[in-house]
């Protein structure tokens, strides 16, 4: 029985570490996958037709009047409608509306507060109300903790009008607020999220859409069913991608990324946020979800090393870090971020890696307050409300 436990503790060691050794190897590829994500000159638009931009609100947070204020100040040469939706009353982001509307008086800025709900997805339920009052026939949705350039606007139009483009979303990266957890919640972003997203895109692996950007036609909307068609699922936007694909039309990925704020400021904020999401992506692409275990290589090599004791391969550990702080400068030159927290990474691999694990313990999910269960269609089952 010893002889038995023994070799078994062997082969896990053996795995462990050839996962990790693919996972170096999987660094290197992504290091690749970031250089060729290289931002080209403006694209030019053959058009510049009216846009209504959407932004969902709900509650505040430290950068949302900057956040919303860089929409307000698009460099786009026609008529740009921005519609704020809240679904309640007493809404503080309400505040922060009223005092864009003051500072941008030129805009063409409107508020609905609509308490109605379609589904369970709460987002998206205020997107049903919201979008009755677009004028325009471009739609842009995008979620109210994000930030952009003045030329973000120009650039989703030009991609929308390119031959057989249905919708046009972009990738983000993370902008950490305050503190080592919003840090951390960046770290995620940047260093998992972002370069799994790259190589996925790279050998066409990789089919996303992020509510970051959903820029859409009406008639589009309309030809696949309206939000309505979402308003259960909790990976709405992945779910609306796909809806536009199996219409025939494309959804083209931007080679640019927008800024996503990360706003944790606890260990338990960080942790049901990010396992909501990795939930969330486990249950929409389960294969391809499972494949991302070989990318956390020094959790891997670790346990190696634990299983195994020291010996030649507990380099792959220290292989492990080097390819990491590899991919994080890489990521950090491509995309102009300024991060100096380099000795983070490794705590962040370790923390990804626990994630992973935890992402397969159960189906519920915590968001905006609310704990709901994914049944088998991946719909939302609303169970109440989080208990603090």
Not at 47 to 75: R, W
Not at 133 to 161: C, K, M, T
Not at 288 to 299: A, D, E, Q, S
């Amino acid at each position: 029985m010893d002889e038995f436990f023994a070799n078994s503790l062997a082969w896990a060691s053996v795995l462990c570490y050839a996962a990790a050794a693919f996972g170096c190897v999987y660094a290197l590829v992504a290091i690749w996958a970031v250089r060729s994500f290289v931002r080209p000159a403006a694209a030019q638009a053959p058009s510049y037709p009216p846009v209504t931009i959407l932004k969902p609100l709900h509650g505040t947070q430290p950068n949302l009047y900057a956040d919303l204020a860089g929409f307000c100040a698009q460099d786009y040469p026609a008529a740009v409608q921005i519609v704020f939706g809240v679904d309640d009353p007493d809404d503080p982001a309400i505040a922060v509306v009223h005092r864009l509307a003051a500072n941008f008086p030129d805009r063409d800025l409107s508020l609905v507060v609509n308490a109605l709900r379609h589904g369970e997805n709460r987002k998206v339920s205020n997107l049903i109300n919201m979008v009755g009052s677009a004028r325009h026939q471009i739609l842009v949705v995008s979620d109210s903790d994000i930030s952009v350039a003045p030329d973000y606007l120009a650039d989703v139009v030009a991609g929308l009008q390119q031959p057989g483009v249905g919708l046009v979303t972009c990738a983000y990266y993370g902008k950490p607020v305050a503190g080592i957890w919003a840090r951390l919640a960046a770290g995620a972003v940047n260093y998992h999220f972002l370069p799994n997203v790259l190589v996925g895109l790279k050998f066409g692996l990789a089919r996303p859409c992020f509510g970051s950007t959903m820029a859409l036609r009406k008639s589009t909307l309309a030809a696949i069913g309206g939000f309505e068609a979402v308003v259960d699922q909790l990976a709405d936007d992945y779910v609306l991608g796909a809806l536009v694909r199996r219409a025939g039309l494309a959804v083209c990925v931007l080679n640019r990324a927008v800024a996503h704020d990360c706003v944790e400021s606890s260990a338990r904020q960080l942790l049901r946020h990010e396992v909501r999401w990795a939930r969330t992506i486990r249950c929409v692409e389960p294969l391809g979800y499972l494949g991302l275990g070989i990318t956390h290589p020094l959790p891997l090599a670790l346990l190696g090393l634990a299983f195994g004791g020291l010996g030649p391969a507990a380099l792959i550990a220290v292989a492990a870090v080097a390819c990491r702080l590899a991919l994080q400068s890489e990521i950090d030159h491509a995309f102009d971020l300024h991060d100096d927290s380099f000795w983070l990474e490794p705590l962040r691999d370790i923390l990804s890696f626990v994630i992973f694990v935890m992402s397969y313990c159960g189906r519920d999910v915590e968001w905006g307050g609310h704990r709901y269960g994914l049944r088998a269609d991946n719909s939302l089952a609303y169970y109440g409300e989080v208990e603090t």
